[in-house]
């Protein structure tokens, strides 16, 4: 039988399946319910949780690279003080 199988959840760090009720690591965030499949992937959620909440999308990413652009053009010219 399958049927377990839609049980099933995904760990948001390293994207391993994992059923729900057999994972005693959990953190709430608002109305979900994460899960983990490890200690290491539970504390990296809990350091850098935005990273891996749905917030942080396309727009979040678009944003992130216009700065290393930006800080490309600005940052890193031919050094002018020093001849
Ligand atoms: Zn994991």
Same mark, same amino acid.
């Given at each position: 039988?399958? @049927?377990?199988?839609?049980?099933? $959840? $995904?760990?948001? $760090?390293?994207g391993a399946r994992l059923d729900p009720?057999?994972?005693?690591?959990?953190?709430?965030?608002? @109305?979900? &319910?994460?899960?983990f499949c490890s200690p290491e992937c539970?504390?990296?959620?809990?350091?850098? @949780? %935005?990273?891996?909440?749905? %917030?942080? %999308?396309? &727009?979040?990413?678009?944003?992130?690279?216009?700065?290393?652009?930006?800080?490309?053009?600005?940052?890193s010219g031919r050094p002018c003080c020093?001849?």
């Amino acid at each position: 039988m399958t @049927s377990q199988e839609k049980n099933q $959840v $995904v760990d948001p $760090v390293c994207g391993a399946r994992l059923d729900p009720g057999r994972t005693p690591r959990q953190v709430r965030r608002g @109305s979900h &319910i994460y899960y983990f499949c490890s200690p290491e992937c539970m504390a990296r959620f809990n350091q850098n @949780s %935005g990273r891996y909440l749905k %917030g942080k %999308g396309f &727009i979040a990413r678009f944003i992130d690279r216009l700065a290393r652009a930006g800080r490309r053009e600005y940052g890193s010219g031919r050094p002018c003080c020093h001849g």
